[in-house]
């Protein structure tokens, strides 16, 4: 009834892996974000690591087909959903406890570096979504994809060549509608105040 949604701030751990329902055939990713508290040390003049946040995010539909082509171990994400706990008891006994997330919106954290987005062509949709086992995503048996089933994987329709920044397009040095990069004058050009 009370849904608890929150924003993760933090870097990727492991690589988005995919699945699908045996049951609905629907594509889940699902991947580890670790999120760190810092504060700065005024008598060390540095900063310290505080408490670690690790989650297991989860993303169905075409979110979990833009995070498989999207994002990668190391990136640095924000990441949006309904946050819980899933309860569990180990072989040994034990009583554990696992933080997850189900994904509503994932995105490269800007503020710690450039990206580029490339608009998805319409597709059929697919789902996929898992909860605390690796082969079992709400309740539904899955099965690991093959290798020609995966929609897209890291990279893929991605431009070879490197995007223009941010200062070249403002200064009309890039055609944005064709995308490409002009030569520039260089007897024309003005260095940019500071």
Do not use: C
Not at 79 to 87: K, N
Not at 130 to 150: I, K
């Amino acid at each position: 009834m009370f849904e608890t949604n929150i924003a993760v701030v933090g870097n990727v751990l492991t690589a988005p892996e995919w699945r699908r329902t045996t049951t609905h055939n629907q594509l889940v990713a699902n991947f580890r974000v670790a999120s760190t508290a810092r504060r700065f040390d005024r008598e060390t003049n540095r900063w310290i690591d505080g408490d670690v946040l690790r989650i297991r995010v989860t993303a169905w539909r075409r979110l979990a087909e833009g995070v498989a082509s999207s994002i990668t171990v190391g990136d640095p994400v924000v990441v949006y959903g309904r946050i819980f706990t899933r309860d569990w008891i180990d072989d040994d006994n034990n009583n554990r406890v696992s933080y997850e997330m189900e994904a509503l919106a994932v995105g490269h954290d800007l503020a710690r570096g450039r990206t580029r987005l490339y608009r998805n062509k319409p597709v059929p949709q697919s789902t996929l979504e898992g909860p605390d086992s690796e082969t079992v995503v709400r309740g539904e048996p899955t099965d690991a994809l093959l290798d020609g089933e995966a929609p897209v994987r890291f990279g893929d329709g991605m431009p070879d060549e490197v995007a223009p920044t941010f200062l070249e397009v403002v200064a009309g040095i890039v055609d944005e509608a064709a995308e490409t990069v002009a030569q520039p004058d260089p007897t024309s050009r003005e260095p940019i105040a500071a």
